[in-house]
Nanobody
Framework: QVQLVESGGGLVQAGGSLRLSCAASGSIFSIDIMGWYRQAPGKQRELVATITSGGNTNYADSVKGRFTISRDNAKNTVYLQMNSLKPEDTAVYYC???????????????WGQGTLVTVSS
């Protein structure tokens, strides 16, 4: 069993900052890509940022220059530093990771339960 647990969401004023964390635990042999997605009310879930095990990153255009994704491979944890937050960043943020539970199995995608970020104007 694999579990992803997010933390760090909350209420912040526009222009403020938050840092999200997501820790993977359980039967883990290897983790490939880790990432953050978000879903605003009435909208589809969208990519925010991803990071490979080697540290290569990818960002949605809407967050470039404001958000930074990072990971600690030793702790199986991915972070999302969010600066200069805007009301349109309000959403439930979900952690995502491609995890191999043993060297005999393929990578499977796992999701966290989500953490709410609310940015007030």
């Amino acid at each position: 069993q694999v579990q992803l647990v997010e933390s760090g969401g909350g209420l912040v004023q526009a222009g403020g900052s938050l840092r999200l964390s997501c820790a993977a635990s359980g039967s883990i042999f290897s983790i490939d890509i880790m990432g953050w997605y978000r879903q605003a009310p009435g909208k589809q879930r969208e990519l925010v940022a991803t990071i490979t095990s080697g540290g290569n990153t990818n960002y949605a255009d809407s967050v470039k220059g404001r958000f930074t994704i990072s990971r600690d491979n030793a702790k199986n944890t991915v972070y999302l530093q969010m600066n200069s937050l805007k009301p349109e960043d309000t959403a439930v943020y979900y952690c995502n990771a491609r995890i191999q539970t043993t060297r005999f199995f393929t990578y499977l995608t796992h999701w966290g339960q989500g953490t709410l970020v609310t940015v007030s104007s």
